[in-house]
């Protein structure tokens, strides 16, 4: 499982000049019906029979492919600049939890995903970013950061850009729907287009400052374009 670790600073956009690899923005793989994006209960519903047709050809539990395409069709409706497309959410999804599946790990039909998965501590060793979460830090002591949820957030990123999707009232990290939703406005705000090379890479190398990273992310969703998984 990948250790996502959302950064805010400016040092993880995609730095001029360096090469970006081939396939980049990948295919954005079959159209998400529209829905109506404002509707009461749970809204990726809509996408039921969407999912239902698809999830078993791409080895996706089909409460993850609904959100995901759920999020990739609000993020059409809201920010159409963004052009995110749900093959990116899903391999981002696929590299972080398995689609919310790591260590046994299950999607209820609400979205939420138990038990709960948690990253590693970001300590600093290991090779792993040293990360605080200021909320939970006492008596001076630090407390370090650890991804949450099936889309990895660290806590000050869920903070910051944390919705509630599924109509119930909170935004959290553990529930599927709130997390899909929530990581599309992550990558929109920080690729502003991801239907450009650039932009693609900019939001990837944001959500996860590796280059490795953003390569096996297109690769997945390059797959999942294509009606399979890899």
């Given amino acids: 499982m990948a250790a996502a670790a959302m950064l805010l600073a400016s040092s993880c956009s995609w730095q001029m000049g360096t090469p970006i690899p081939e396939g980049v923005p990948p295919p954005a793989g079959d159209p998400v019906p529209a ?32 959100a995901y395409a759920y999020a990739a069709r ?15 959410l899903a391999g981002i999804g696929m ?9 046994g790990a299950v999607i209820a039909p609400n979205g939420d995903v138990s038990p709960p998965i948690r990253g590693v501590h970001l300590d600093g060793t290991n090779g792993n970013l040293e990360i605080v979460d200021r909320a939970t830090s006492t008596d001076g002591n630090p407390a370090y950061a650890r991804a949450m949820g099936p889309m990895q957030f660290i806590p000050e990123t869920w903070r ?3 919705v509630d999707a599924n109509n119930d009232g909170a935004a959290s990290p553990d529930n599927f729907d709130d997390a899909a939703l929530s990581a599309a406005g992550y990558l929109c705000f920080r690729g502003t287009d991801l239907g450009t090379p650039r932009g ?8 996860n400052h590796s280059d490795l990273y953003a390569r ?4 997945w969703a390059t797959a999942y374009a294509d009606g399979h998984p890899l």
């Fill in 216 to 219: 096996t992310v297109r690769d």
């Fill in 35 to 66: 829905i109506d994006t404002h509707a009461v209960g749970r809204p990726a519903d809509q996408m039921r029979g969407w999912a239902e047709q698809r999830a078993p050809a791409l080895g996706l539990p089909i409460s993850a492919l609904e």
């Fill in 95 to 103: 590299v972080e939890s398995q689609h919310g599946t790591y260590l």
């Fill in 74 to 88: 609000v993020a059409q409706v809201e920010n159409p600049d963004c052009h995110l497309a749900w093959t990116t």
């Fill in 160 to 162: 910051l850009y944390g």
């Fill in 200 to 207: 693609w890479m900019n939001a990837l190398r944001a959500y």
